[in-house]
C-alpha cells in the first residue's frame, strides 16, 4: 500500500561506518530524489534521478553515493560517516517535470532518521 | 540563487483563530506548492498554484499565488489542534528538476 517506503526508519551507527539507505516507491513515478532534513527542519536537495539517470547531483561529499537500479528504486550508500551526516533523509518521487516546470507534486517517504554517534 | 523566504519561522495560538503564513522570493517561480509535515512523517502536498494571482481553498486553508509569481500566502480559518505540524512552501529551481524549500513554519494551536 505506502507509495514511497523507506528503510530503515531508524540507523544509529558510530564514526566511521558505511551505511545503506533502501528507498522504493509504487507509484509509476519515473523522478526519485534524496533530501536531507538538518536539525532545523531545512529541506535540501541532494541527488535526483530520472528513469535511472543522475540528473542531479548537488554540493554533496563524495562519500554519499545514490544508485538507481530501476526507476522505482533509489539507494544511498554512506561511506565513513561523520557526525555531521546525522540528519533526517528522505527519499521522493514524482513524474517527469516536463517544460521546465516542476508542477507535478512529490511524494515522500517517511524518512530515515540517521544518528552517527 | 533561487530562495524562499517562510514567515513567521514560528507560530503559536488558540484554537479557533485565524493565521497566515507567507512565502517569499525575489525570484519568479512558474508555480509554487506548499507541504504539511508532521513529526516522524514526511512533508504532504497541499496544493500546487501555478497561475499569477491564483486562490486555492482546501476546507478551511486558502491559498494565494501572487500576481508576479514571486509568492503565496496560506491562510487557515479557525484554527484547529489537528492543524499543528510544519508548513513548507516550495518551487521548482531554475532548471526545473527540483523543488527547493522554505525553511518551514511551525504552527502549533492548542485547545
Known amino acids: 500500500d505506502t507509495a514511497v517506503s523507506q528503510t530503515p526508519k531508524y540507523l544509529v551507527t558510530q564514526m566511521g561506518n558505511d551505511k545503506s539507505i533502501k528507498c522504493e516507491q509504487n507509484?509509476?513515478?519515473?523522478?526519485m530524489y534524496w533530501y536531507k532534513q538538518d536539525s532545523k527542519k531545512f529541506l535540501k536537495i541532494m541527488f535526483s534521478?530520472?528513469?535511472?539517470?543522475?540528473?542531479i547531483n548537488e554540493t554533496v561529499p563524495n562519500r554519499f553515493s545514490p544508485k538507481s537500479p530501476d526507476k522505482a528504486h533509489l539507494n544511498l550508500h554512506i561511506n565513513s560517516l561523520e557526525l555531521g551526516d546525522s540528519a533526517v533523509y528522505f527519499c521522493?518521487?514524482?513524474?517527469?517535470?516536463?517544460?521546465?516546470?516542476?508542477?507535478?507534486?512529490?511524494?515522500f517517504g517517511s524518512g530515515t532518521r540517521l544518528t552517527v554517534v | 540563487t533561487q530562495l524562499l523566504e517562510q514567515s513567521p519561522q514560528f507560530l503559536s495560538i488558540q484554537e479557533g483563530e485565524n493565521l497566515t503564513v507567507y512565502c517569499n522570493s525575489s525570484s519568479v517561480f512558474s508555480s509554487l506548492q506548499w507541504y504539511r509535515q508532521e513529526p516522524g512523517e514526511g512533508p504532504v502536498l497541499l496544493v500546487t498554484?501555478?497561475?499569477?494571482?491564483e486562490v486555492k481553498k482546501l476546507k478551511r486553508l486558502t491559498f494565494q499565488f501572487g500576481d508576479a509569481r514571486k509568492d503565496s500566502s496560506l491562510h487557515i480559518t479557525a484554527a484547529q489542534t489537528g492543524d499543528t505540524g510544519l508548513y513548507l512552501c516550495a518551487g521548482a529551481n531554475q532548471a526545473g528538476t527540483a523543488l527547493i524549500f522554505g525553511k518551514g513554519t511551525t504552527l502549533s494551536v492548542s485547545s
Open positions: 534521478y530520472n528513469n535511472k539517470e543522475l540528473i
Open positions: 498554484v501555478v497561475t499569477g494571482g
Open positions: 507509484l509509476g513515478h519515473d523522478t
Open positions: 521522493a518521487s514524482t513524474r517527469s517535470a516536463t517544460g521546465g516546470k516542476a508542477n507535478y507534486g512529490y511524494t
